[in-house]
């Protein structure tokens, strides 16, 4: 969707949930010397100032990422990531997915990105300059399909739309069902909010249907603000990585400590 922007939420506890796995599941790939491929479907900016008035205005990642920061140990992945680019960029910058992988990820690996609105477009392809990595301006689902099975073949796939079209929820199981034939050895992970609309719950129900050996893993939050619809966060990830249940269970220990 063109009028969506992530900045009025990096680093919210969704950002914190779904980056914390995707941190996880790009070391593990990388503990072997083998290349992979890493492709995002909806990248956004990659890079963001969290003192910005966008990022102020929601105060979502002052419940987010300045809350819970201490969950991650020095040496784990999501910290690690973190630490690098505030490191470069200041206290007070957050990383989007697509600066996680490529600071987590080696220069043998391949990256494409897909970014459509026109000026996170160009603030993605800034950020990623230092990076060997593909900014592709296009819609995400066509370029993963002209993509498909990338070279390297083993690899990850993060697809995050923004979900403001709501025929996203019907058509992501026939999209994602054909990428998962195409790319057969790639994890495929889907980030989907967790509504009180319950419109993510026949979505689900379709993906759980036809990917029976799928991981679904979810966390709940209280609502950014009163009235704020979405309470939760999930990943839904075909092809999981040996380990991963385990450190989603650990994800869930630390969110269920909120109030």
């Not at 494409?112 to 990595?133: N, Q, R």
Request: glycine share 6%.
């Amino acid at each position: 969707m063109l009028s969506y922007q992530h900045i009025y939420h990096s680093g919210n506890l969704a950002d914190v949930h779904k980056h914390g796995l995707l941190a996880w599941m790009l070391d593990y790939l990388t503990r072997k010397e083998k290349p992979l491929s890493y492709i995002e479907t909806h990248a956004g900016r990659a890079l963001y100032d969290l003192t910005d008035d966008a990022a102020l205005k929601t105060g979502e990642a002052a419940h987010g990422i300045a809350r819970v920061a201490g969950w991650f140990e020095e040496d784990q992945a999501y910290a690690r990531a973190l630490a690098a680019v505030r490191a470069t960029y200041g206290d007070t910058a957050y990383p989007g997915s697509p600066l996680i992988a490529a600071t987590l990820l080696r220069e043998s690996d391949q990256i494409h990105l897909a970014e459509l609105h026109p000026g996170e477009h160009a603030a993605l392809d800034l950020a990623m300059s230092p990076y060997p990595a593909t900014c592709h301006r296009r819609d995400g689902f066509e370029m993963a399909f002209a993509l498909c099975p990338p070279t390297p073949r083993r690899g990850l796939m993060l697809i995050d739309p923004s979900y403001e079209v709501k025929a996203d929820y019907a058509a992501l199981p026939r999209q994602i069902g054909k990428l998962a034939r195409a790319w057969n050895v790639g994890i495929i992970a889907l980030w989907y909010p967790i509504l009180t609309s319950k419109a993510h719950l026949p979505m689900l129900k379709a993906l759980e249907e036809a990917h029976p050996e799928a991981l679904r893993h979810e966390v709940r939050f209280p609502p950014a603000r009163p009235g704020h619809g979405m309470v939760g966060s999930g990943m839904f990830i075909i092809n999981p990585p040996w380990g991963l249940t385990e450190e989603a269970r650990r994800l869930t220990n630390k969110f269920n400590t909120l109030k």
